[in-house]
């Protein structure tokens, strides 16, 4: 009987009907599609298991962003390419001049020495869930801030509740992805003179310990981004009291790990507004160093838009105001589509990633895991990087 040259039809005929209904199966699956090839860290040591095929994966799809951002890889963001760093770590930059800077403005100097380490300490540690935060009323410990998990929300409504309590005025801009509603977290301080001239920090609230393509329980993210955050909370608290000419904005992301969401949601927004932003400025992971030299890496996408200037701009407040930090003008793409950062670009505004040295010997070894605690960061460090921002951002604020 299976001799029956017929048996044989039938039998291709149901292995071609398993092969359709298994490609239709795929088809309706897409939305929880796994994109394991995308998804692999690239530094060695590194959690970089694919994720399990029933796990959560929102992959945006047309239209959720603008086709400027069209072509990246919308999973995985907060990715690194030590490859790329290494290839391109010696490329010279331009030479950047420190000479014939001004007597340190002493406004601005009043303002660095505001800057709090028990301040950023205490937010780190909070957002990080080594202590309990005041949400509502309420005393309340996380574990994560998974942009897929409830208590990520809990993290925004904190630092909401702490712009408020600061005086500054704060919103949630929602945004979409395949439908599904996420928000990032927008403070505003208006410009005195000109407030349609606008400078952007810019800063990322969600944290992974390695798989955010679905919810993680623990996710401690205090160095990623939990030191960015602190950072730019900190920086609004002075600034209200510098009356600067032009306006700051004070973002907080979300959906960054997941591949920039919430930022080239936001940046669409900004763009579809015309608002005129003369920078932004994305400071993520800024936390982490274990040697001598305190080096600080600025990466403007080897000057996309004329982001070069930034730069310069670091480098001489630095100087200017004998801040204890080393900057390193990267000159590479390493990490151009890596941070928030990167969505602003696409529209053609000037942007830059602050970050700690990123290169092999100088990169966090607790990235990306459960060890990304504050019991790992250098506060002092840190500190010294947020007073060189606060002397740029007080700069593009108006303030020389
Ligand atoms: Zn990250
Ligand atoms: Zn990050």
Redesign the pocket.
């Known amino acids: 009987m299976f001799d029956h040259p017929y048996v044989w039809v039938g039998f291709a005929l149901l292995a071609l009907a398993a092969l359709i209904s298994l490609f239709l199966v795929r088809k309706r699956g897409e939305k929880i599609e796994v994109d394991s090839a995308v998804d692999h860290d690239h530094h060695a040591g590194h959690n970089h298991q694919a994720p399990p095929a029933d796990q959560v994966l929102l992959t945006p799809q047309e239209g959720d962003f603008s086709s400027v951002h069209a072509g990246k890889k919308w999973t995985g963001?907060?990715?690194f390419d030590p490859a790329e760093v290494r290839r391109s770590r010696f490329m010279a930059g331009p030479k950047i001049d420190t000479t014939n800077l001004p007597a340190p403005n002493p406004v601005v100097v009043a303002a660095i020495n505001q800057v709090s380490i028990d301040n950023l300490k205490d937010t780190m540690l909070k957002l990080s869930g080594e202590i309990p935060m005041m949400v509502g009323g309420k005393s309340v410990q996380i574990a994560t801030r998974n942009t897929y998990h409830p208590e990520l929300g809990i993290a925004m409504s904190y630092m909401e509740e702490a712009y408020k309590a600061l005086g500054i005025s704060v919103s949630r801009s929602p945004y979409k992805v395949r439908g599904k509603t996420f928000e990032n977290l927008v403070a505003v301080i208006p410009g005195s003179v000109d407030p349609k001239k606008v400078l952007i920090l810019g800063s990322?609230l969600d944290?992974?310990a390695g798989r955010?393509w679905g919810i993680e329980n623990k996710a401690p993210?205090a160095d990623?981004?939990g030191s960015g955050s602190a950072a730019v909370l900190e920086m609004a608290r002075i600034i209200k009291g510098l009356k600067l000419p032009y306006t700051v904005q004070f973002l907080h992301f979300t959906g960054?790990?997941q591949g920039l969401w919430g930022s080239y949601a936001y940046s669409d927004i900004v763009a579809a507004a015309k608002t005129d932003v003369i920078a932004m400025l994305q400071i993520?992971?800024i936390a982490y160093c274990n040697k001598p030299g305190n080096r600080l890496d600025i990466h403007d996408g080897v000057n996309k838009n004329g982001s070069h200037e930034i730069v310069v701009k670091f480098f001489r407040a630095i100087k200017r105001y004998g801040i204890n930090i080393n900057p390193v003008d990267t000159h590479n793409n390493a990490v151009t589509d890596r941070?928030d950062q990167a969505g602003f670009l696409d529209h053609g505004y000037k942007a830059v990633l602050i970050s700690e040295e990123f290169s092999d010997d100088g990169f966090n070894p607790n990235?990306?895991s459960l060890n990304d605690r504050v019991v790992n960061c250098n506060m002092p460090y840190m500190t010294e990087v947020v007073k060189a921002v606060l002397v740029v951002a007080a700069e593009y604020g108006g303030l020389n």
């Open positions: 963001g907060c990715k990322h944290s992974t955010p993210g990623d981004d960054e790990e993520d992971m941070s990235y990306h």
